[in-house]
């Protein structure tokens, strides 16, 4: 089975500041990488995503960094505000496709932004 | 738009007892995934439905667990009996059921097994 592992565990960090979350993966040749976003008493939601045919995606104050070779994304959030206090989840198919059902998740990275 | 909707919001049981939950997913979206979601992990499929039929139960413990979406719309999911270890946030999402389409999900509903 598809094992991804994400670190930090959790992470604070001061407003304005950079958030940086790193996700690991291993043996897929498959082709989506997504990050959800996560607030208390909610589910999930899609924040970005990334394909393996590019290094970068930038949304916003949002970059997927994706690194083929080292198997390994991490997402960067800029200029990190108290309302990105979230859990954030990495996540890597099991299977070729991006459909959410395919999805192994990482086990997610709490973050808090201070004011 | 309308998003998942889910409920209870939150369900306190003993253990051994069986307890439901329901989902109604936005309109149009053929495919319904039911997910258990423990403190501290990310979200684990239970089950996916592309309209009624069932595409995925592998990680259904189908011994204690079901799941139906009859009519194709509306699902739900039975515990019974329930087990200390059941305790979670059962989440439902739904998307549109073809090509690479992102998925929404509900907020949940949180169980605890006392």
């Known amino acids: 089975q598809q094992q991804v592992k994400q670190s930090p565990q959790s992470l604070i960090v001061q407003k304005g500041g950079i958030s940086i979350i790193n996700c690991a993966y291993e043996?897929?040749?498959?082709?989506?990488f997504p990050w959800y976003q996560q607030f208390p008493g909610k589910g999930p939601a899609l924040l970005i995503a990334?394909?393996?045919?590019?290094s970068e995606k930038k949304e916003g104050r949002f970059t997927i960094s994706f690194n083929k070779s080292a198997k390994q994304f991490s997402l960067h959030i800029m200029d990190s505000q108290p309302g990105d206090s979230a859990t954030y989840f990495c996540a890597a198919p099991l299977t070729r496709g991006s459909t959410l059902g395919r999805l192994y998740f990482g086990r997610g990275t709490q973050l808090t932004v201070w004011p | 738009e309308a998003g998942v909707a889910q409920s209870p919001r939150y369900k306190i049981i003993e253990k051994r007892q069986s307890v439901a939950f329901w989902c109604n997913p936005i309109?149009?979206?053929?495919?319904l995934y039911w997910y258990q979601q423990i403190l501290g992990q990310g979200p684990k499929l239970l089950i996916q439905f592309q309209n009624n039929g069932v595409v995925d139960d592998s990680q259904l413990p189908k011994d204690r667990f079901s799941a139906e979406r009859l009519k194709g719309v509306d699902s739900t999911l039975k515990i019974q009996p329930a087990k200390l270890e059941d305790s979670a946030v059962y989440l439902c999402?739904?998307?549109?059921?073809?090509?690479?389409?992102?998925?929404?999900f509900g907020s949940g509903t949180q169980l605890s097994v006392l």
């Open positions: 043996n897929t040749a498959f082709d989506y």
């Open positions: 999402a739904s998307s549109l059921g073809f090509g690479d389409d992102e998925g929404f």
């Open positions: 309109s149009g979206h053929a495919t």
């Open positions: 990334i394909r393996p045919d590019v």
